[in-house]
């Protein structure tokens, strides 16, 4: 049990993890006694993006200060600090050896990309092209600023971009620099699918063409998947004991993590498998209409954006997929149905209660979770409550946190908890598994679609991350049209019709993995590319 539930989990997911014998006397590095310790290190390679899949808080900062040699590792002697030469003794004939070796000749240089882009306006002042002008040690400025699309707001001030826009920003500063090993953790938050493949492309160049170590970690699978040449899963007890596993094919190694199992090691992680639909499923809601809207229009200002929207219905119990580019009117339509914004034409039916976890979760108050929930949720701290809400959203741990000091993921699965415990017909969250990471965007797409169940309600979830949107929604609603000029939104519609809509706009094709089902990202021009596209199947098997 997680400490909420005396009983057995009712997700099946969270499970404890032992620690295998075997691995037990061997940490790399343990902090004190009784502190964390990281058992494994990612191994880096030139010319190779080497990722690492697996939760929070197992240790993969701490491998990295490793790998960049600003901590010895003690091998688990945590009274006498450590030598590197009996670690290179110890990892002799690993994956690791070479690396480790090039670390003892000299110096490695290090080139990082931040976690948490929203935190860059805090610790730096001015335009954007200040910033990256400081970091531009190959030369490649604008080139990579053309690459990533962000010429329109190179002259402005840091603190007035968007997370995308700060995503591509911090992007761009690592890969400017003129390093031996990049680690960059995280590059999909509040990237769009398309921005999130350029970016996955740009990291390849680094490996193939400069021949630099790039290490990722991702959160988002099918990014992971076309991104990666070879994976370490993580694991562990987070706080307590992380460990890095020796490097897998990046497609056993995402297979072995999705159906809880890995097979080297021996070793059960979750107790379900994450299971996704080949074929389209059937059947579509047919419960009450929740809302019925009619066509909407809004623009902002002279010659600005403008949005249409067609007409649609959302039903009870549903859970509505909501994708498109960047930029294209997702967020605003979100803010015309829950009553933020007037439209210019069309009107809206008042009467429905919208609970709405907008994209930006910005907490000012100083204030604790739990005093926060409890002002929210009017069954806070029931046994109903803490089964669907703060177990799968794992609250327990930091509800005598104040808001303020929450980290980027935790402040996420609060505003989840908190929008998901208002009263509400429909349940609006804009981005969710922004800076969760995969294990807890799998718990928290359980508890989305467990909610509108359990209460005859509706949820609509605006995502980029495919898997996400696979597990989570019955039906889509798909934006399309040119970002930050015309945006319009079809009528929802049927999941298979819905992703074809919506990739042939992103002209990527998904084909199947033959032993689990998960989809998979084809190659450009590829065969089954070709036939996907000529078929007009981009995303089910027909
Ligand atoms: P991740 O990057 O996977 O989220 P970290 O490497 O940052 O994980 O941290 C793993 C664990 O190590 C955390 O529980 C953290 O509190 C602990 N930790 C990190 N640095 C120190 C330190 N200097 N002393 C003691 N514990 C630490
Ligand atoms: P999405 O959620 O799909 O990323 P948004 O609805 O947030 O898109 O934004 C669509 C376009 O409208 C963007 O170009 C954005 O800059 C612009 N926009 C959003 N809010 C305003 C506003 N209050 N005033 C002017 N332009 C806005």
């Known amino acids: 049990t997680c400490g909420i539930c005396v009983e057995k989990c009712p997700f099946d997911a969270i499970q404890i993890i032992n620690l295998p014998q075997e691995l037990e006397d061997n940490p790399v590095h343990r902090y004190g006694d009784n502190a964390f310790s990281l058992y494994g290190l990612p191994a880096p390679g030139e010319g190779r993006v080497t990722g690492i899949l697996g939760p929070n808080g197992i240790g993969k900062t701490t491998a990295v200060h490793i790998l960049a040699d600003e901590l010895t590792p003690n091998l688990g002697d945590s009274a006498t600090g450590g030598d590197w030469e009996s670690v290179l003794e110890e990892y002799r004939g690993t994956a690791l050896q070479d690396y480790l070796e090039s670390l003892l000749d000299g110096d490695v240089t290090v080139a990082r990309k931040p976690q948490y882009v929203d935190e860059i306006p805090d610790q730096f002042d001015g335009t954007t092209r200040a910033l990256l002008e400081g970091t531009d040690e190959r030369g490649v ?100 004991f992380g460990v890095i596993t020796d490097p897998k094919s990046v497609k056993n190694g995402i297979n072995e993590y999705l159906s809880g ?32 809207y009619p066509g909407l229009e809004k623009s902002y200002g002279e010659g600005e954006f403008s949005l249409s929207v067609e007409s649609g219905t959302i039903r009870e119990s549903e859970v509505l997929g909501v994708v498109g580019p960047n930029g294209i ?66 609250l327990d741990r930091i509800m005598d946190q104040q808001l303020t000091d929450l980290s980027g993921g935790e402040r996420q699965r609060v505003a989840i908890a908190a929008c998901l415990s208002r009263d509400a017909d429909l349940y609006l969250l804009d981005e969710p598994s922004a800076h969760l990471d995969v294990e807890q965007r799998v718990l928290a797409t359980s508890a989305i679609r467990r909610y509108a169940e359990n209460h005859d309600a509706t949820a609509m979830v605006i995502d980029h991350d495919i898997y996400m949107i696979d597990l989570l929604a019955d039906r889509l609603l798909v934006f399309d049209g040119e970002p930050a000029v015309a945006g319009h939104a079809s009528t929802p519609q049927s999941m298979r019709s819905g992703m074809n809509d919506f990739l042939s706009n992103l002209d990527i094709t998904f084909r199947r993995d033959e032993r689990t089902g998960r989809p998979r990202i084809n190659k450009p021009e590829s065969r089954l590319d070709r036939e996907q596209k000529q078929a007009g199947e981009y995303y089910y098997a027909p």
């Open 141 to 240: 400025l604008d080139e990579l600023i053309e690459r990533v699309g962000i010429e329109p707001v190179v002259d402005q001030d840091i603190d007035t971009l968007s997370g995308g826009e700060l995503q591509r920003v911090a992007l761009v500063a690592a890969l400017a620099r003129d390093a031996d090993f990049y680690f960059l953790d995280e590059v999909s938050p509040y990237l769009d699918i398309g921005q999130r493949m350029t970016a996955a492309r740009l990291i390849q160049e680094m490996a193939e063409e400069e021949d630099r170590s790039m290490l990722v970690v991702e959160h988002d699978l099918a990014i992971l998947d076309l991104l990666a040449d070879v994976i370490h899963v993580g694991y562990g007890e987070p706080g307590a």
């Open 261 to 292: 199992y890995l097979e080297n090691e021996n070793m059960r992680i979750r107790q379900n498998a994450i299971e996704f639909e080949e074929h389209a499923p059937r059947s579509v809601s047919t419960g009450d209409v929740v809302i019925e």
């Open 329 to 394: 009117g997702k967020s605003t339509f979100a803010k015309l149905l829950a009553d933020r914004l007037e439209p210019d034409t069309g009107e809206l039916d008042a009467s429905v209660d919208i609970s709405y976890k907008p994209q930006y979760v910005e907490v000012d108050q100083p204030m604790r979770v739990d005093a926060f929930l409890g002002s929210i949720a009017e069954d806070f701290g029931t046994s109903y409550w803490n089964t669907e809400i703060a177990q799968p959203l794992q």
